[in-house]
């Protein structure tokens, strides 16, 4: 089966950075699932996965555009001390949850803590970063009817319930 729209597609992968150090994996034994066409994946790794069958291996680098979008300043600031709960030692790196500026909840980390404030960035942990993918597609598959209508894999490397 091709991998298209509303196909689980199982993969085994290896993220690593323009460094080569590796950011995140997955393994035949430990494999992601995820279900095509859904955005369950990154725009442009899912946009590269597309027509490819299983056994297929890629090499995929994708720059920020294609993944997690470039690193805006404009969405790190500096937080008065008092906005935190109180009696918890903030620690660069931790992370919060926010409200952003349509009332919906965002996750922050906090990149600096001095005594002017704490400085939080919104921006995904990977923006500005090129990606580079090692794929190996293990398995492609038609979703099941349930699958579609909750809009992700059920079983092995995707969602238990």
């Known amino acids: 089966m091709i991998i298209a729209d509303n196909c689980v597609v199982t ?10 150090e590796v950011l995140d994996s997955a393994t035949a034994a430990e494999p992601f699932a995820y279900l095509h066409g859904r955005r369950s ?9 597309g027509g ?10 994708l720059a920020p555009a294609d993944a997690y979008g470039e690193h805006s300043p404009a969405r790190v600031q500096v937080v008065p001390r008092d906005r935190f709960p ?15 500026e349509h009332g919906g909840q965002i996750i922050v980390r906090v990149a600096d803590v001095d005594e002017d404030g704490i400085t939080v960035d919104a921006n995904h942990p990977l923006a500005g970063q090129t990606l580079h993918f090692t794929v190996e597609v293990l398995d492609v598959r038609a979703a099941t009817a349930e699958e579609l209508a909750h809009g992700h894999v059920h079983g092995a490397g995707g969602h238990q319930h």
Request: no cysteine.
């Open 41 to 49: 994946v990154i725009a442009g790794l899912e946009r590269e996965l």
């Open 11 to 20: 993969l085994a992968y290896t993220l690593r950075d323009d460094a080569g």
């Open 86 to 100: 109180a009696g918890i030692d903030i620690t660069p790196g931790m992370q919060f949850h926010a409200s952003d």
């Open 52 to 61: 490819h069958v299983a056994g297929d291996q890629i090499e995929v680098s």
